[in-house]
């Protein structure tokens, strides 16, 4: 058993390469926030000053769009990190076998969330989204607003695989102490 875990061990670093793109990713999307909206406020408030700095009408949905994307992104790197919520009030006091089930029955219905987005985020991204367009961006397709859900219930999924794979390694591998 150990041999088989040893073997997918060699996958580390894809799920590395994957944290740090996702992580890239929304660390962009960040700073084109941060700048349309310093752009969009400074064009609301100093347009009387500046009168070529004018506030775009597309601002507030690409903000929007962007703000989606990062949350559910970050979210899935949350489930790489363990940094969820969790109930760990009565960790001590459950054998750690238990501990160990519950975690991995936890991350399996997590798995199924991710599935759940996948299919359904996907549908409503193609159908829903792909008949209606940016009000501001009449030529943008409102598939990219429903995109980060089948997106971010893809991410979900892979990086709940590390998670099922990290549980059922503790429960078949006892670590020395």
Known sequence: MQKFFN??????????????????????LLVIDICITSYAVAGRMFNRFIPFLKDPAWSEEVVLTCMAYMAVLSAALAIRRGAHIRMTAFDKYIPQTILTFLDLLADLFVMLLGFIMLSIGWRYATTLGGRGYYISITWLSK??????????GLAMIMFELEALYNDAKKFFIKEEK
């Open 7 to 28: 073997t997918l061990d060699r996958i580390r670093p894809v799920y590395d390469w994957v944290y740090r793109i996702t992580l890239v990713v929304c660390k962009l």
């Open 143 to 152: 598939f990219w607003m429903y995109f980060p859900v089948p997106l971010a």
